[in-house]
């Protein structure tokens, strides 16, 4: 059983990097297709996609966030890391990670259950 | 980037009616669209994957259908367990874009 979990801190001040973990378990890293994304939902709006490391570290961003932005992964750790520079307070949200088991299939499944951040100002 | 318009952004329903859930893309997508269930406090959950597979042990009150630009989303008979938020999305692209979003509720 795959599973995700995310971990951070729950309160960042604004201009601030933002640095996010997602610990996977019951799948590895460096599995031939493997893809981790990191996607955020601001409270009552909608899910925004963010970023993309492959198995093969291949990695790809948001248009908009991409000069913000750095992911990162560490296969002895099993872990995927994402860095959001400048943060402001639109920028809170809960994040989550989640898998996408082949690059073929775009689905996300599963997702870790997320971690809400908060901007202040 | 392709954008995905949703509708409606919420919707009010009783037990047991049938709901609809449009997605519309700003280009063609192909079959290269999704569906998510949100829960507060649970980690979302894949329903529908390339528009009408239903993903392993999701009830089969739950469908999809539509190709190219067009999409939707129905559940026949709605349970009250149904009460979430509904998100489509496409793969066809990378940057993956989100629709808006459908907040379910129970009248």
């Known amino acids: 059983q795959v599973t995700l979990r995310e971990s951070g801190p729950a309160l960042v001040k604004a201009t601030q990097t933002l640095t996010l973990t997602c610990s996977l378990s019951?799948?590895?890293?460096?599995?031939?297709?493997?893809?981790v994304s990191w996607i955020r939902q601001p409270p009552g709006k909608a899910l925004e996609w963010l970023a993309r490391i492959d198995w093969d570290d291949d990695k790809y961003y948001s248009t908009s966030l991409k000069t913000r932005l750095t992911i990162s992964k560490d296969t002895s750790k099993n872990q995927v890391v994402l860095t959001m520079t400048n943060m402001d307070p639109v920028d809170t949200a809960t994040y989550y990670c989640?898998?996408?088991?082949?690059?073929?299939?775009?689905?996300?499944?599963?997702w870790g259950q997320g971690t809400l951040v908060t901007v202040s100002s | 980037d392709i954008q995905m318009t949703q509708s409606p952004s919420s919707l009010s329903a009783s037990v047991g009616d049938r709901v609809t859930i449009t997605c519309q893309a700003s280009q063609d997508i192909s079959n290269y669209l999704n569906w998510y269930q949100l829960k507060p406090g649970k980690a979302p959950k894949l329903l529908i994957y390339d528009v009408s597979n239903l993903e392993t042990g999701v009830p089969s009150r739950f469908s999809g259908s539509g190709s190219g630009t067009d999409f939707t989303f129905t559940i026949n008979s709605l349970q009250r367990e149904d009460i979430a938020s509904y998100y489509c999305q496409q793969y066809n692209d990378l940057p993956y874009s989100f629709g808006q979003g459908t907040k379910l509720e129970i009248q």
């Open positions: 019951g799948v590895s890293l460096s599995t031939s297709g493997m893809c």
């Open positions: 989640a898998v996408m088991t082949t690059v073929i299939n775009g689905w996300f499944d599963p």
